[in-house]
């Protein structure tokens, strides 16, 4: 059971590539995040998502945008990157209802913007 | 926006000793709490959970305490092991957002023998 998958796990774009980051998860989780989290910081969110097809705000939204077109997947975009969004991000899920609601993480995508 | 915090940055025990790692959190409309460790290149792990209309909760050699009253958090580690070393983040779930956290900075735990 491999849980929480994050590709890539490393990245370094020039300032205004962009790319997307992938998210995938086996668990069956209705619910799925993505924070960012930098030295010496908790994590932050960016985006999350309640289930398929719907995408919401979090805490750091600007400069990313999010689409989870299926249930298992959940996609970070940056269209033009910047070196303030140098950073380890990390992808979530869990579970709805009552109980075993804790989130479960990836491994993290390091991203460099030079 | 209210925050999660921690009352101390870094933490050092003895192994064999017990750890307590506090929180304060200020959002009094957050209803679940939870306690992850991060170890160095690693994402998150689940710790500990607790749901506000609880005040104590244990698991295996863990314990988490919530005092609402004054907003605080506490992870008890009991008998510390080298393992253990780690930084441990208190977060609080942010409403209306499926199950979505607010974290605290994190506390760095070192266990020396």
């Known amino acids: 059971n491999a849980g929480v998958t994050q590709t890539p796990k490393f990245r370094v774009l020039k300032t205004g590539q962009s790319m997307t980051l992938l998210c995938a998860q086996d668990m069956n989780h209705e619910y799925m995040y993505w924070y960012r989290q930098d030295p010496g910081m908790g994590l932050r969110l960016i985006h999350y998502s309640v289930g398929e097809g719907t995408t919401a705000k979090g805490e750091v939204p600007d400069g990313y945008n999010v689409s989870r077109l299926k249930k298992q997947n959940f996609l970070l975009g940056l269209e033009s990157a910047a070196p303030s969004q140098t950073s380890v991000y990390f992808c979530?899920?869990?579970?709805?209802?009552?109980?075993?609601?804790?989130?479960?993480f990836g491994q993290g995508t390091r991203l460099t913007v030079v | 926006g209210e925050s999660v915090g921690l009352h101390l940055p870094t933490l050092s025990v003895q192994e064999g000793d017990n750890s307590i790692i506090n929180c304060a959190y200020s959002?009094?409309?957050?209803?679940?709490f939870i306690w992850y460790k991060q170890e160095s290149g690693k994402g998150p792990q689940f710790i500990i959970d607790i749901r506000s209309n609880m005040d104590k909760r244990q698991g295996q050699r863990v314990t988490v305490l919530l005092n609402k009253t004054v907003k605080h958090l506490s992870l008890q580690i009991a008998a510390t092991q080298p393992g253990d070393s780690a930084v441990y983040f208190c977060?609080?779930?942010?409403?209306?957002?499926?199950?979505?956290?607010?974290f605290g900075k994190g506390t760095s735990l070192l266990v020396t023998p």
């Open positions: 977060a609080e779930n942010i409403p209306g957002s499926g199950y979505a956290l607010n």
């Open positions: 979530a899920s869990s579970y709805l209802g009552t109980g075993m609601t804790e989130a479960f």
């Open positions: 959002n009094s409309a957050s209803d679940y």
